[in-house]
């Protein structure tokens, strides 16, 4: 089969063959270089542009590795690389404007995650007939993709610790953002791969390169997806789209309409409302703001291992609102929440890993608390931040401190 190289930053070439080709140029596949990786994160990381296009290209390029290591190893069979390679490239092509914010909100409407939504579309659209077009089975690809597989370690190579996904997003977003925490050895974790019991295992030999990425992971969240100026950003946007969302009709999206979003006609739309009423005014307002960069100021931030409920951070702002005497709606208070360890495939923390030894013959599971860096990450990493505009500023950080104050000497007694 013919096939091209497409020159990367992150991987130098990556191979594509005819039958992807067509996949890739098609209007469907082309709309994720309208959806950024990381939202709003460029506001603070200039370079931070990049979008799901070429990280869905480098996740293709990183499961193949993967399915050729485990093929030369006897864990796989030739026919299933193909399959791979097609799930790899279209693992994110369910994603809607700014990725996880749309689905945030799409999720709490009662409505579609990207995963549902992008198996919709393989199965649904033309990306579907391309791919039975060259003889191969869309349903069984879809299900890879998005972890639905019989085949357990399949649905790893895609997502989870040990997966192409994590790969590819550590060192693109690394890249682009400048942030040395996200170099990792992937070649060598991806050639120390094997299987056990149906699962990727691990060669002990990489389990330290295992760590570090682990680590590498946790320092991103916190230095750059949990940056308090990405997240303000993040915030505003999240709240703009939740205010207008009926207004906008995406309480009902046929999978046409929801392939016409992209984050620039989602801004326009925003920037484009009619003043009808408050809440909707409000919500341009907050689109006008991003769109200018005058962003939210965090005024207290607080790591806790408690998840706040949705119903607590009303009562909060409802608090913050009335020692500040500033309205509600100007109050915003965000959870960053996330598992510390990436989770698996049916979406469970991973609460172990399986090393191989003296050439695959023996095998050793190791607890995720018993890896010196690992298990100081365990659990959750929960920030909660409250924003407000510059000019509340001072007010509301004065009400929060002493909320939390209140509180702590509350848990003391």
Do not use: W
């Amino acid at each position: 089969m013919k096939f091209i190289n497409i020159i990367d930053p992150i991987h130098d070439f990556i191979k594509i063959y005819s039958d992807e080709i067509e996949i890739i140029d098609n209007p469907i596949f082309q709309r994720l270089r309208n959806i950024r990786q990381l939202s709003g994160a460029h506001l603070v990381y200039p370079g931070a542009r990049h979008s799901r296009f070429e990280h869905s290209l480098g996740v293709l390029h990183i499961a193949n590795f993967i399915a050729i290591t485990l093929y030369e190893k006897g864990m796989l069979q030739h026919d299933d690389i193909k399959n791979i390679r097609l799930a790899a490239l279209l693992h994110d092509i369910g994603h809607g404007p700014f990725s996880h914010l749309f689905e945030e909100i799409s999720i709490e409407k009662g409505k579609t995650s990207h995963e549902k939504m992008g198996h919709k579309i393989i199965i649904h659209t033309t990306i579907g007939d391309i791919i039975s077009k060259y003889g191969f089975n869309k349903r069984y690809v879809a299900d890879i993709a998005f972890g639905r597989s019989k085949k357990h370690f399949v649905n790893e190579i895609i997502s989870g610790a040990l997966s192409s996904d994590i790969m590819d997003y550590l060192l693109r977003d690394g890249y682009f953002t400048g942030a040395e925490h996200a170099k990792i050895d992937h070649k060598r974790i991806v050639q120390s791969l094997g299987l056990y019991n149906k699962k990727l295992a691990l060669e002990k030999s990489a389990i330290y390169s295992f760590e570090s990425m682990m680590y590498s992971r946790y320092q991103m969240f916190k230095t750059v997806y949990f940056h308090k100026t990405v997240r303000s950003a993040e915030v505003m946007l999240l709240n703009s789209i939740k205010l207008s969302f009926e207004k906008l009709g995406f309480h009902y999206l046929t999978i046409d309409d929801y392939l016409t979003l992209t984050d620039d006609s989602m801004l326009q739309k925003l920037l484009n409302l009619s003043d009808t009423c408050k809440e909707i005014k409000y919500a341009k307002n907050l689109a006008e703001n991003y769109n200018n960069r005058i962003l939210l100021k965090c005024v207290f931030e607080s790591h806790s291992n408690k998840i706040h409920s949705k119903l607590e951070v009303q009562e909060l702002i409802k608090s913050l609102s009335y020692e500040s005497k500033v309205p509600e709606n100007e109050i915003f208070v965000d959870r960053s929440i996330t598992s510390s360890i990436p989770l698996t495939t049916s979406k469970k923390e991973y609460d172990s890993i399986t090393l191989l030894l003296n050439n695959n013959l023996k095998i050793q599971k190791i607890p995720m608390s018993k890896l010196p860096l690992i298990s100081a990450l365990t659990g959750f990493m929960n920030i909660l931040r409250i924003y407000t505009s510059n000019k509340h500023k001072k007010k509301v950080e004065i009400a929060a401190r002493l909320i939390f104050n209140k509180y702590e000497k509350k848990i003391s007694n």
